[in-house]
């Protein structure tokens, strides 16, 4: 838990991925990191799989053409740990900052969307994965489990994270409530959709915010015009991947604390005053003394999840094998 009385300085990144090169857009993380630090910045929210790229391709090509650049994608992932993780915690142990990163997790043969935080010593706290890829998403990645539905405890307070629509699934957002989070860090993919996309988002967002008493950095991804281009020569196309970014950080009152980032490349910087917490808090804890848990309580279900079980053969003692599904893996949020 940060101290109450501390400001954290925060910042969302809003750049354009390297889509010719994995290693391009490290080097792109790596950098910003480097020149967030000389900012003063404790914590940093990348974009929704930043690295290697957001599958841009799959909102608007038919799933008989994505083979290709669904292929490239995979052979450019990367798995986690692995070299990645281990040059972003390098980054973030020598910044002493708080990274949160957005991958394409290679997983054998599956691809998932992938939420990484580091602490300021550069340890991997937390790795999770969207648990509903959206709409066309689903062509490209898995789908994740309740395992990651957590904050994680960093030099800068408590931390927890969603992915884009994510945001729109209630439960979701009440699991992380619960687990108390004093920082939210969303990802959202940017140049997608059009201006509607980047005003729900500062809807979302805000709400947020105001229900969970938190502060929210939500960092979205940006794409130039030639990137669009090298996307689809399709002009009329093209128009689908504009629009949507919106970069922001958002106070536990519902108040942008910098101006949202909606064109072009650049860090959103902000001083989160964490006494702003307990002032929201003191007034209206979802989780607290505005719950009713004997109306309402929420059931998590954390235990990763398994293609196989072991299962006991005739002289194997039975009691042995771990039961599935039971203790902190089956929380109940606000129990009776």
Same mark, same amino acid.
């Given at each position: 838990?940060?101290?109450?009385?501390?400001?954290?300085?925060?910042?969302?990144?809003?750049?354009?991925?390297?889509?010719?090169?994995?290693?391009?857009?490290?080097?792109?993380?790596?950098?910003?990191?480097?020149?967030?630090?000389?900012?003063?910045?404790?914590?940093?929210?990348?974009?929704?799989?930043?690295?290697?790229?957001?599958?841009?391709?799959?909102?608007?090509?038919?799933?008989?053409?994505?083979?290709?650049?669904?292929?490239?994608?995979?052979?450019?992932? =990367?798995?986690?740990?692995?070299?990645?993780?281990?040059?972003?915690?390098?980054? +973030?142990? $020598?910044? %002493?900052?708080? #990274? *949160?990163?957005?991958?394409?997790?290679?997983?054998?043969?599956?691809?998932?969307?992938?939420?990484?935080?580091?602490?300021?010593?550069?340890?991997?706290?937390?790795?999770?994965?969207?648990?509903?890829?959206?709409?066309?998403?689903?062509?490209?990645?898995?789908?994740?489990?309740?395992?990651?539905?957590?904050?994680?405890?960093?030099?800068?307070?408590?931390?927890?994270?969603?992915?884009?629509?994510?945001?729109?699934?209630?439960?979701?957002?009440?699991?992380?409530?619960?687990?108390?989070?004093?920082?939210?860090?969303?990802?959202?993919?940017?140049?997608?959709?059009? =201006?509607?996309?980047?005003?729900?988002?500062?809807?979302?967002?805000?709400?947020? +915010?105001? $229900?969970? %008493?938190?502060? #929210? *950095?939500?960092?979205?991804?940006?794409?130039?015009?030639?990137?669009?281009?090298?996307?689809?020569?399709?002009?009329?196309?093209?128009?689908?991947?504009?629009?949507?970014?919106?970069?922001?950080?958002?106070?536990?009152?519902?108040?942008?604390?910098?101006?949202?980032?909606?064109?072009?490349?650049?860090?959103?910087?902000?001083?989160?005053?964490?006494?702003?917490?307990?002032?929201?808090?003191?007034?209206?804890?979802?989780?607290?003394?505005?719950?009713?848990?004997?109306?309402?309580?929420?059931?998590?279900?954390?235990?990763?999840?398994?293609?196989?079980?072991?299962? =006991?053969?005739?002289?194997?003692?039975?009691?042995?094998?771990?039961?599935?599904?039971?203790?902190?893996?089956?929380?109940?949020?606000?129990?009776?």
């Amino acid at each position: 838990m940060a101290d109450m009385k501390r400001t954290v300085r925060a910042a969302a990144a809003q750049i354009a991925p390297d889509l010719e090169s994995a290693d391009g857009t490290l080097a792109r993380v790596l950098e910003t990191i480097r020149d967030a630090a000389r900012q003063g910045v404790e914590l940093i929210v990348f974009p929704e799989t930043f690295v290697p790229y957001y599958p841009y391709f799959s909102f608007i090509q038919p799933p008989v053409q994505q083979g290709p650049a669904h292929l490239l994608l995979m052979e450019r992932a =990367p798995t986690v740990p692995g070299p990645l993780t281990d040059a972003v915690a390098a980054a +973030a142990r $020598e910044a %002493g900052m708080v #990274v *949160v990163l957005g991958v394409n997790e290679r997983d054998h043969g599956s691809l998932y969307n992938t939420q990484i935080v580091f602490d300021a010593d550069g340890r991997l706290l937390l790795k999770r994965r969207k648990i509903t890829p959206t709409y066309h998403e689903r062509m490209v990645w898995g789908q994740g489990d309740g395992s990651g539905l957590t904050a994680v405890d960093t030099r800068v307070g408590r931390v927890g994270a969603l992915a884009c629509w994510e945001h729109y699934n209630p439960l979701a957002r009440y699991a992380l409530m619960a687990e108390h989070e004093e920082i939210h860090c969303a990802q959202f993919p940017g140049s997608l959709v059009g =201006p509607i996309f980047a005003e729900q988002m500062g809807v979302t967002i805000r709400h947020h +915010a105001l $229900e969970s %008493g938190c502060f #929210v *950095v939500n960092a979205t991804g940006w794409l130039t015009d030639a990137q669009i281009r090298s996307v689809t020569p399709d002009e009329k196309l093209q128009g689908a991947l504009r629009g949507g970014c919106h970069t922001a950080i958002v106070s536990p009152e519902g108040r942008y604390l910098a101006e949202p980032l909606t064109e072009g490349e650049g860090l959103v910087i902000a001083d989160l005053d964490m006494a702003l917490i307990q002032k929201r808090k003191r007034m209206m804890d979802s989780v607290g003394h505005y719950a009713r848990p004997e109306l309402l309580s929420l059931t998590v279900r954390r235990e990763p999840n398994r293609t196989t079980r072991p299962w =006991p053969a005739a002289d194997t003692d039975a009691s042995l094998i771990p039961e599935p599904a039971t203790g902190p893996a089956n929380e109940v949020l606000n129990p009776l």
